[in-house]
Nanobody, 126 residues
Framework: QVQLVESGGGVVTAGDSLRLACVAS????????MGWFRQYPGQEREFLAA????????YYSSVMKGRFTISRDNAKNTVFLQMNGLKPEDAAVYLC???????????????????WGQGTQVTVSS
């Protein structure tokens, strides 16, 4: 079993930056694809970014328009999401997921992820 815990969310002003972290425990996730999603109240999870086990190959949703960057530190069993130029519409719960099969990461489908964290809230004021 893999447990994922996200952190780094908070209340910021439009234009600010945040760096989210997702720490895995229970076992190493170095062979897992890792992804970030966000969820608005009452809506489905929206794919943001994913990174393959080695950390080189990354996938991004076009909705971010280059503002977000995913990275991972396998030695720390952690994946990060650097978010710059935050906008009020970025306010949501941000969740990370771990996928044992990283071959489909580019599709950004929640069904491809085996484990999820509880999420961290991001609030952006205008």
């Amino acid at each position: 079993q893999v447990q994922l815990v996200e952190s780094g969310g908070g209340v910021v002003t439009a234009g600010d930056s945040l760096r989210l972290a997702c720490v895995a425990s229970g076992r190493s996730v170095e062979t897992y694809g890792m992804g970030w999603f966000r969820q608005y109240p009452g809506q489905e999870r929206e794919f943001l970014a994913a990174v393959k086990p080695g950390g080189v190959y990354k996938y991004y949703s076009s909705v971010m328009k280059g503002r977000f960057t995913i990275s991972r530190d396998n030695a720390k069993n952690t994946v990060f999401l650097q978010m710059n130029g935050l906008k009020p519409e970025d306010a949501a719960v941000y969740l990370c997921g771990a996928a044992s099969d990283s071959g489909r990461l580019g599709f950004g489908l929640t069904s491809d992820y085996d484990y999820w964290g509880q999420g961290t809230q991001v609030t952006v004021s205008s």
